[in-house]
T-cell receptor, first 109, second 112 residues
Framework: QKEVEQNSGPLSVPEGAIASLNCTYS??????FFWYRQYSGKSPELIMS????GDKEDGRFTAQLNKASQYVSLLIRDSQPSDSATYLC?????????FGAGTTVTVRA | EAGVTQSPTHLIKTRGQQATLRCSPI?????VYWYQQALGLGLQFLLW???????NRGNFPPRFSGRQFPNYSSELNVNALELEDSALYLC???????????FGPGTRLLVL
């Protein structure tokens, strides 16, 4: 079983729609959870961090964490073409980040 | 505030050679992490240095090694290069163990 699994993509959404990204993790002791965005050929860029159960909103992005279900998600509201990228879910495990394989999002104009 | 910097941006080597990649963390950060991202694959954890010590390493052979200097900058060495070592090598830094990691632009290594 992979440590971090993300819903397979690619995910194509029309401009202005909501993009929903899901991630599950295997280590129940994980404490910190992150979403990174990676444009093609570039390095990952932090979008959100979340540490406790519930929702955390930052602009058009909302992260949701449910530790009981070992599930973390990211919603992108009012999707823009500039949101087209690969989104990486990352979970802290024994002081190292374990990454999911990523979900590629394409926002259609 | 300057971000994480890496050098060189690109590196071309031949099989059997050695590669040295460098990373300078964000000012004030003491932890440096190295990751490998092969084409089409996810990020794989390589090494973690904190306060000059190697704290953890991923599932990579010993020919992948590194060190952290007193100014917290770090070096990744890859010996006896193989074709499959061709990848984007990313360095990240954090100010506290287990906390948010910020990535540098990466070094793209090509092994011919």
């Amino acid at each position: 079983q992979k440590e971090v699994e993300q819903n397979s993509g690619p995910l194509s959404v029309p401009e202005g729609a909501i993009a929903s990204l899901n991630c599950t993790y295997s280590d129940r002791g994980s404490q910190s959870f992150f979403w990174y965005r990676q444009y093609s050929g570039k390095s990952p860029e932090l979008i959100m961090s979340i540490y406790s159960n519930g929702d955390k909103e930052d602009g058009r992005f909302t992260a949701q964490l449910n530790k009981a279900s070992q599930y973390v998600s990211l919603l992108i509201r009012d999707s823009q073409p500039s949101d087209s990228a690969t989104y990486l879910c990352a979970v802290t495990n024994d002081y190292k980040l374990s990454f999911g394989a990523g979900t590629t999002v394409t926002v259609r104009a | 505030e300057a971000g994480v910097t890496q050098s060189p941006t690109h590196l071309i080597k031949t099989r059997g050679q050695q590669a040295t990649l460098r990373c300078s963390p964000i000012s004030g950060h003491t932890s440096v992490y190295w990751y490998q991202q092969a084409l089409g694959l996810g990020l794989q954890f390589l090494l973690w240095y904190d306060e000059g010590e190697e704290r953890n390493r991923g599932n990579f052979p010993p020919r992948f090694s590194g060190r952290q200097f007193p100014n917290y900058s770090s070096e990744l060495n890859v010996n006896a290069l193989e074709l499959e070592d061709s990848a984007l090598y990313l360095c990240a830094s954090s100010g506290d163990r287990g906390e948010t990691q910020y990535f540098g632009p990466g070094t793209r290594l090509l092994v011919l």
